[in-house]
C-alpha cells in the first residue's frame, strides 16, 4: 500500500488548494475562533508532530487523548498520522485500553488523564508548550518508517484499531455520494473519536478539499450534552453557512426542541444521520426542516 494516510490525503488536498486558492478554509471552529487555511492546518499539525517527536512520538507510538470536538482533536490526529502513530481515547483510566502509552494530550491539567504516569508528563491543550508546538514553522522534514504500511489511526474506546485505509474508504465512499467540492462546509457535529466522525466525515472532507467546520461542545465520545450540541450546531450550521452535516439521531432528536423556523438553513443541502452501528448508506431518510438527511448504519 502506497503512502496511505490522513496525512498524505491533507498533502494532496494542500497542492490542489493553493494552486486554486491559497487561503481555501480547512479548519473552522467558531467557537473557539479558530479559522485555518488548507496551508495553515498542515503547519500547524507539522507544527505539533515535531513537537511530539521530541517527546519520543514515533511510528508505532500511541498518543492518549481526552480532547473534545476542537481544533486541537484534528490537529492531534494529523500530526500521529504524519509521524506513524496513533490516537487513543478513553473516558477513564479504566476504559484505556492501550498498555504503551507514550503521551498524553489533555484538555486540562486536573483532568484523570494527566494524573496517569507515562512515559512524558502531559501536554495541556491551550498552553505554553502546546500552543508553541502549533506555532513552530519548520521546513524540516522526516521520512515515516515504513509509510507503505497501513497503519492504525486510532484506539477509540476498545482495543481493536481504525486503520488509515479503513477511514480513507469510508470518506472517499461519503464524497462520492455527496459529489463534496472544495466549496462545500462539512459541519461535524458527531466525535472525531469514532471511524464516522474522523473517517467518513473529516476524511472526506479533507480529500474533498472542502472545509470541515467543528461546533465545539464538550465530552470525548458524546460531544457533551445533546441538547447543547444541538443548540451549538445549529448556530454554527447558519453563522457558517454549512452545506453538509454530519450529525447522530440523538442531536436530530434534539434539534426538534429548538425553534428551527429562527434558524436559516439555506446553505445546508443535504447530510448524514448516524442511526447504528456500520458504514452503509440506509433507504431510510431522516427529516430537518424539509430537507431529507441520509441515514448511515448496517445492512441487513
Given at each position: 500500500m502506497s503512502c496511505n494516510s490522513l496525512w498524505h490525503a491533507l498533502?494532496?488536498?494542500?497542492?490542489?488548494n493553493v494552486a486554486r486558492a491559497s487561503a481555501a478554509p480547512a479548519l473552522l471552529s467558531p467557537q473557539q475562533s479558530v479559522a485555518l487555511s488548507y496551508l495553515e492546518l498542515a503547519q500547524q499539525a507539522k507544527g505539533l508532530s515535531m513537537g511530539l517527536?521530541?517527546?519520543g512520538v514515533g511510528p508505532g507510538?500511541?498518543?492518549?487523548?481526552?480532547l473534545p470536538n476542537v481544533a486541537e482533536g484534528i490537529l492531534l490526529h494529523l500530526a500521529c498520522a504524519r509521524l506513524g502513530a496513533s490516537v487513543a481515547t478513553a473516558e477513564n483510566a479504566e476504559g484505556l485500553v492501550m498498555p504503551s502509552i507514550s503521551v498524553a494530550v489533555t484538555a486540562s491539567p486536573d483532568s484523570w488523564l494527566a494524573q496517569e504516569s507515562f512515559m512524558a508528563p502531559p501536554i495541556v491543550a491551550g498552553e505554553a508548550e502546546m500552543q508553541s508546538m502549533l506555532n513552530l514553522l519548520t521546513n524540516k522534514e522526516q521520512d515515516v518508517e515504513g509509510d507503505s504500511i497501513d497503519r492504525p489511526?486510532?484506539?477509540?474506546?476498545?482495543?481493536?484499531?481504525?486503520?488509515?485505509?479503513?477511514?480513507?474508504?469510508?470518506?472517499?465512499?461519503?464524497?462520492?455520494?455527496?459529489?463534496?467540492?472544495?466549496?462545500?462546509?462539512?459541519?461535524?457535529?458527531i466525535t472525531l473519536y469514532h471511524a464516522f466522525g474522523i473517517g467518513s466525515a473529516?476524511?472526506?472532507?479533507?480529500?474533498?478539499?472542502?472545509?470541515?467546520?467543528?461546533?465545539?461542545?464538550?465530552?470525548?465520545?458524546?460531544c457533551g450534552i445533546p441538547s447543547q450540541r444541538a443548540e451549538t450546531t445549529l448556530r454554527t450550521l447558519e453563522s457558517?453557512?454549512?452545506?453538509?452535516?454530519?450529525c447522530d439521531s440523538h442531536t436530530l432528536k434534539a434539534f426538534e426542541k429548538e425553534s428551527l423556523e429562527k434558524v436559516d438553513l439555506s446553505s445546508l443541502r443535504g447530510g448524514v444521520c448516524k442511526t447504528g452501528s456500520g458504514t452503509d448508506i440506509l433507504d431510510e431518510t431522516k427529516d430537518l426542516?424539509?430537507?431529507?438527511?441520509?441515514?448511515?448504519?448496517?445492512?441487513?
Open positions: 498533502s494532496k488536498t494542500i497542492t490542489a517527536k521530541d517527546r507510538s500511541v498518543v492518549a487523548t481526552d489511526l486510532g484506539y477509540f474506546r476498545s482495543g481493536t484499531p481504525l486503520m488509515h485505509s479503513a477511514a480513507l474508504q469510508q470518506g472517499q465512499d461519503m464524497a462520492r455520494h455527496f459529489a463534496m467540492t472544495p466549496t462545500d462546509r462539512v459541519c461535524v457535529s473529516c476524511a472526506a472532507a479533507l480529500q474533498a478539499g472542502s472545509a470541515i467546520v467543528l461546533p465545539a461542545v464538550g465530552g470525548l465520545q458524546g457558517q453557512k454549512c452545506t453538509l452535516l454530519f426542516k424539509g430537507l431529507r438527511l441520509a441515514t448511515l448504519g448496517k445492512r441487513n
